[in-house]
């Protein structure tokens, strides 16, 4: 059922929040950058923490996404943004 979803967002099907936009960009710049609340480089197994917590917060916005999307799906209703 996820690749439906994503299917639906990226032929414009589904539109995602503003908040959940700015998340996914944001894990993945924070992810990404050098600079991070516990670095990996001085705490090598204690830097990966910050890390997931912050994935752990994207996984939990990408699955009430989908949830949105699959209530939309039962109920045959049409998203008015």
């Not at 059922?1 to 503003?18: D, H, N, R, V, Y």
């Given at each position: ?18 908040v959940s936009w700015v998340a996914a960009i944001g894990t993945v710049v924070y992810v990404v ?49």
């Open positions: 059922m996820w690749m439906k979803f994503f299917k639906a967002i990226l032929s414009g099907k589904w539109k995602l929040s503003a950058s050098p600079i991070d609340v516990i670095p990996e480089l001085f705490l090598p197994f204690i830097g990966y923490i910050d890390d997931l917590g912050i994935w752990g917060v994207m996984s939990i916005l990408a699955a009430r996404e989908k949830s949105r999307w699959e209530a939309s799906l039962r109920d045959g209703s049409i998203q008015v943004d």
